[in-house]
């Protein structure tokens, strides 16, 4: 046991080490911060010393190295455009990314199994074949064309939800910040949660229904029929339990996915999270920022792999009789 | 919108009406947010429009880019000595904390946009010494006499020593400091309102200043100023059709047809401080990416058949819809130098062009890469496109290359170009500024914008000259003297004068500001 979590726990080091190379090397191809930060107004003697300030004047190798050392502390400087530590700007955005994560991700789980328990056992019914229809064209349409149709029907022509921002959110202890407590911030997280939720929404839905015809075509649920239960105790009891235990893998890997595909809803609803500002620091050239965003989405993943991979081990016996142990 | 919501709007706005004469809201919206509160730390136009609110300048440029008195009531180059300009300072202003204006708040505040840390000193280098003569009246004095001065103060912002002192920021934020100053999000200003409440990137609440210094001179009719920045452009029109916000800045040339017949909302529009044109490395002795020998753009007569074949007018229509001005000078109408007759476009004649380059030896044409940022200016990549079929017709092959604002910009400041798309705003209203940085040659300080490669001793003498002249008239010969010769030579290709569109509430009265700053302080309400 112990052997097998030290290797991955390695395996997940070097992954976010290539993450780092990687992102470092790209910010070699974003452009030169220095003119961003200065007017045009500046010489070229006031860039060479704000490069040096900055330290983009030393070799490449030693840039990198610092940034492995920094990183490694969750150090990642001060941003180029706010002159504000990174860390701080990500803490005070991450509340709202995640609360829109997390919600969105309820809401898919929610309405996918619902919607997929339906299609399954209803498979004839006009009402299912329009919703297969319509996760089709869910699932087609980019988010961003999602998000600006959601809110030119309800912002804009019927004029019931907001069309961006958070509305009024309430601090909760140090560093969080929630809309849920609040009207407006109910209310505008309604369109974002759908746009971003969308997605998953209907491949968790075709995913249950897969599963659920699948299981519903098995001896044991023919026999349970024929035993004389009725038809809820066999759907929900015996059908959905067995449906569930791919689903919940599958859940468990989409949640990061969230996270990461929350860049482009942010935008749309102008949604104060780190994906908002990920791609404003991406227009400005703010390296710190996009270095410290990246390094923390690679860090969702590796967790999530992580524990997943732990939990089957903990779950399925066969891993663990190749570890020779007892 | 829906009827029903304009009825409750009114209804909302009757009831505030009843109870306070004057309390209004106004909900601002643009594009980007300021970076930082801390005055003297960035030179750039959004930052510089949330600090208008909450500080005061010296001078500033009023909604018709005039230049008015702000905490200084006069200025004036003392008798007999010609490098001394001397300010009296407004009496009886005090800062929103309370503490009262005095000369030495403004020579702290001058000496601190001249510190290394600060992106306003390049404004500021031919100043050697500033200093209080009593407690409203300053004196600065420069290396060499210079009678633009006071226009480089539009956008510097007056603090109080007493407050930096105590919160420790008597320096502009240094970034390689690694920690926040105070004055990044905290702000003392004498300005017409107060800062609430702050979310950097997401909301900033604004209150009116009632002991502002100006409260019975200007409007001032608003009462609480919510800014709220939204990226998307989509969503920053969607905002203002939904009644989110009342004031859009910089409306997105797609919408404004749509937002023009939108019920309950009008655009103003007028010329921005910003012209679009097109630059060539004359100077090489051959082109990097061109498929000669030689450098064709050293020829005056291949200049001159660009100019011909490029199009504006036919830009301003297809690719502007109408909302450009068509240029043939990089000066904005309101600046000092600029006249009718060198604005005026070359009408397009495209065999006259084809003649050109005959003459010129080139009649087969050539190869050459257009560079052009995509999201610096209104529809750039678009002028781009179009200016490659219009060369095209000349037998000029244009290899295109749009990209994001700061690889296009690097590139240009690493002189990786032979042809590229450029905008140039003059913060100082006046010809000097354009000469010093597009036309002098590149050489130091002066001419760092001048990537053509084109150097011309008397246009040097020039610059430097009106940069020193006092004497109106003179200096105003000098000035003519210059654009003559590099209008002559056809330096740059001029395509248009940018248009700025606000859109807002039509109950709204508010003209554009063509320096993009809206002084809300002369914000009406239509009641």
Redesign the interface.
Known sequence: MLAFLIQRVLQAIFVMFVVALISFSLFHY????V?????????????A??RA???LDQPVVVQFWNFIVNAAQFEF??S??????VT?LILERLPATLELAILSAIFAVVMGIVLGIYTALRRRSWLANFIMTASLIGVSLPTFLIG?LL??VF??EL?VL?????GETVRLGDWWTTGLLTASGLRSLILPAITLGLFQLTLIMRLVRAEMLEVLSTDYIKFARARGLSKRVVNLRHALKNTMIPVITIIGLQLGTIIAFAIITE????W?GVG??F??AV???DVPVMAAYLMMIALVFVVINLVVDLLYYAVDPRLRAQGGGK | MLPKKTLLATAVIGAMLATAANAETLRWTRSADSLTMDPHSQNEGPTHSVNHQIFDTLLFQDMDVEYQPGLATEWHVKEDEPTVWVFKIREGVTFHEGQSLTADDVVFSINRARHENSDMRGLLTSISEVRAVDDHTVEIETSEPNPLLPNNFTNLFIMSREWAEEHGVEEPQNYAAGEETYAVRNANGTGPFRVESREPDVRTVFVRNDDYWGIDEYPMEISRLVFTPIESASTRVAALLSGEVDFLQETPVQDIERLAEADGIKNEQGPENRTIFLGMDMGSAQLRTADTDDNPFADRRVREAINLAVDANTIQRAVMRGNSQPAGMIAPPFVNGYTEEMDEVPEADVERAQELMEEAGYGDGFRVTLNCPNDRYVNDEQICQAVVSMLARIGITVDLVAQTRSLHFAELAREEYDFYLLGWGVPTMDSEYIFNYLYHTKDGDRGSWNFTGYSDERVDELTVAMGQEIDEEARNEMIAEAWEIVHDEILYIPIHHQMLTWSMRDDIDFKVQSENTPHFKYLQFNQ
């Open positions: 974003v452009g030169d911060p003119l961003n930060m200065l007017g045009q107004e500046a010489t070229e003697a006031d860039r010393a704000l300030q900055l330290g400087g001060i180029y455009r706010s002159a504000r530590p701080d600006v809110i030119y912002a804009v004029g907001p069309a961006f921002g958070r935008t749309v609803f102008q104060p908002a500002l791609i404003t227009r400005f050239v």
